[in-house]
């Protein structure tokens, strides 16, 4: 019988409702903690069992994209694969994926110095968005409205001088409704979508308290997302659309371990049997 593995590093709801559902398809099912396992350079398949196909679903996205890599050397499928996990999880690499395949995306700036981003500043003007090119959940997300708040955020960068901090990614600012569109895609199919209703900021992350509400998935979307997942090169994914009063549509990001406890509620379709199917039916081709 078919056994799914699904990888975590902190058991959230999500992970769990996927299992049960895996159970409930008649799969049998494990739970594994990435903190809990090993590697080396001699290891064989089945020295560890992740039985036959894993969902990679880590929040620490360093922990699952090493992970997926050692998996990989082992051969055993992996959902998502290293190399859209690497894309996805870095917000430059998207950028210019994006970009690279005609596909609507804000216009963003990229500098590798504090002094080179004052002098692209100074040109590009204000409003914008800096972020750290690794990073969810809005954290660090920052609208630069002056001159002064971006003296701030660099000065700031230079003191903490993490491995990233010296990456600079700007981004214009959307004009745009106080929500987001979040779509689920399985296989490069558009499952599920909401909008996301900031609850009173410029951020409109479910974890930061927006509104979860129905969104129905156009034609525009379905194809947008298409072209947006072959792009990565397929898998899970959530794609994050804004709703550019200018351009339309723009892909905003796109989400690796994608978080769904907050579409659940409202999706008509049965997202973690999307998933289970999918991940099934990845090692049966
Ligand atoms: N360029 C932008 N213009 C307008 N709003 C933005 C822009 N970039 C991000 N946001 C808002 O901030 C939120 C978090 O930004 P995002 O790039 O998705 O980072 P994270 O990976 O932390 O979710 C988005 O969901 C959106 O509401
Ligand atoms: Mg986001």
Redesign the pocket.
């Known amino acids: 019988m078919t056994e799914i593995c699904i990888v975590f590093d902190r058991l959230r709801s999500e992970e769990k409702i996927l299992e049960k559902q895996a159970v409930e398809l008649g799969y049998e099912s494990k739970m594994v903690d990435a903190k809990s396992t090993h590697f080396n350079t001699d290891s064989a398949k089945n020295d560890n069992n992740f039985g036959d196909v894993v969902l990679e679903r880590c929040i620490s996205y360093y922990r699952g994209l090493h992970f997926t890599s050692c998996l990989e050397f082992l051969d055993i499928p992996v959902i998502n694969k290293f190399d859209v996990s690497n894309i996805c999880g870095n917000?430059l690499l998207t950028s210019l994926l994006l970009r690279k395949n005609n596909i609507p995306t804000?216009k963003t700036y990229f500098s590798f110095s504090a002094d080179a981003t004052r002098e692209n500043l100074d040109k590009i003007g204000y409003p914008v968005?800096i972020?750290p090119v690794v990073?969810?959940?809005?954290?660090n997300?920052i609208p630069l409205k002056d001159k002064d708040t971006s003296e701030a955020v660099i000065e700031q960068r230079e003191i903490t001088d993490g491995p990233l901090d010296r990456i600079f990614y700007i981004?214009?600012?959307?004009d745009?409704p106080p929500r987001?569109i979040r779509v689920i895609t399985v296989g490069d199919n558009a499952i599920a979508a909401m909008y996301r209703k900031s609850s009173g900021g410029?951020?409109?992350?479910i974890a930061l308290g927006a509104e979860p509400e129905i969104c129905d998935i156009t034609n525009e979307m379905e194809d947008l997302c298409a072209k947006t997942s072959k792009a990565v090169g397929g898998g899970i994914l959530g794609i994050?659309l804004?709703e550019d009063k200018k351009k339309g549509l723009v892909v905003?990001?796109i989400n690796n371990t994608v978080e769904f406890k907050g579409l659940i509620k409202v999706a008509k379709t049965n997202i973690p049997k999307e998933m289970i199917d999918f991940a099934v039916n990845s090692i049966k081709k």
């Open positions: 917000k804000p968005v972020k990073g969810s959940w809005g954290r997300i981004q214009e600012l959307v745009r987001d410029f951020k409109t992350n994050d804004m905003n990001e």
